[in-house]
């Protein structure tokens, strides 16, 4: 079993920025990719950033070019770099990976075994 803890949420004005951490513990060595997913109120959770143990990522098509999703070298921490923010971005950021999947296209919310329990990120316009 692999457990997942975020941290980093808060409150940012629009145009600022967030750095989002996820830890994992138990069995670390198991976790193939790990990826951020995200809530909004009354909407479906989507697929944010992911990366794969190789470092190859890919990116919704709404946070590209302002997101970062990085990797620490024990692979056990995966990061979430979020500039020029927006209110839209506002939602309940999960962190969560997977003991099979190893790349990084055509993926969501369902391919994912194992989740934290979330941090609020809002934006304020």
């Known amino acids: 079993q692999v457990r997942l803890m975020e941290s980093g949420g808060g409150l940012v004005q629009a145009g600022g920025s967030l750095r989002l951490s996820c830890a994992a513990s138990g069995r670390i060595f198991s976790i193939k990719s790990m990826a951020w997913h995200r809530q909004a109120p009354g909407k479906q959770r989507e697929l944010v950033a992911v990366?794969?143990?190789?470092?190859?990522?890919d990116y919704a098509d709404s946070v590209k070019g302002r997101f970062t999703i990085s990797r620490d070298g024990a692979k056990s921490t995966v990061f979430l770099q979020m500039n020029r923010l927006k209110p839209e971005d506002t939602a309940v950021y999960y962190c969560?990976?997977?003991?099979?999947?190893?790349?990084?296209?055509?993926?969501?919310?369902?391919?994912?075994?194992?989740w934290g329990q979330g941090t609020q990120v809002t934006v304020s316009s």
């Open positions: 990366i794969t143990t190789s470092g190859n990522t």
């Open positions: 969560a990976a997977d003991p099979w999947i190893d790349y990084e296209t055509g993926l969501g919310p369902a391919s994912y075994d194992w």
